[in-house]
């Protein structure tokens, strides 16, 4: 996998969240006009390497970033154990709503559009959090996502949704292609040939971040014009 892009701007930040305060890593390049919220996955964080190297990606193509732990370091602890919390779509999305609100907020952040990129469960995070906030949340890209889990809501979301997945990602392949046809909004669905769930393979997971900042950057940057 491809090493994520050194950054020496990024900052630790305490979001305040649905009643608790959670952990992220803000990055607010110059000139930027739209910023990524990211929501992991099943049992990952704020540290995955693989969303790091795509925010990296982002913000090389000028994009804000905000990783974030949508569970306490309690809840963490917990959800080791029990693996429980990491699937409990209606807490993630309450926290992922939280998080947007709080940008919306900050003098730095609140004149950005804001974008979400979801990773496997994170991704019904997202496109709920699109469905309830569709005023904030401006845009949507799941990798290697499980849409389906959003439910009924997927027929409410109306910020453009982009799925990605893994050619040979094939249960999940279906589910996204279910999924997408419920959509009701500017959708596409992108298929890696030959990646398997994680984009472990070579060239796949710069393949995921170019789609993704092609995506966002059509829908969170103004026009020059």
């Not at 020496?8 to 649905?18: H, I, T």
């Not at 795509?54 to 963490?76: M, N, P, S, Y």
């Not at 050619?167 to 999940?172: E, F, I, S, T, W």
């Amino acid at each position: 996998m491809p090493t994520p892009t050194e950054n020496n701007q990024e900052k630790v930040v305490l979001v305040s969240a649905a009643e608790v305060t959670l952990q992220g890593n803000l990055d607010i390049p110059k000139s930027t006009q739209g910023i990524v919220l990211f929501a992991h996955g099943s049992g990952s964080s704020r540290f995955s390497p693989r969303n790091r190297f795509v925010a990296g990606f982002l913000r090389q193509a000028g994009l804000a970033t905000l990783l974030i732990d949508l569970l306490t370091a309690e809840e963490e602890q917990i959800d080791l154990r029990t693996r429980q919390l990491r699937f409990d779509i209606g807490l993630l999305t309450e926290r992922l709503i939280g998080a947007s609100d709080w940008l919306s907020r900050q003098e730095q952040t609140k004149h950005l559009a804001i974008g979400c990129f979801g990773a496997s469960t994170g991704a019904a995070a997202a496109l709920l959090a699109a469905s309830l906030r569709p005023e904030l949340v401006r845009a949507v890209v799941s990798r290697g996502g499980r849409p389906d889990l959003a439910g009924d809501n997927l027929g409410k979301v109306r910020a453009p949704t982009l799925l990605i997945v893994g050619g040979n990602d094939l249960q999940v392949l279906t589910l996204n292609r279910q999924a997408l046809a419920q959509l009701n909004c500017e959708k596409k669905l992108d298929i890696i040939p030959g990646a398997t769930h994680l984009f472990e393979e070579a060239g796949a997971l710069t393949e995921v971040a170019r789609l993704a900042a092609s995506w966002f950057k059509k829908h969170l940057v103004l026009s020059e014009a």
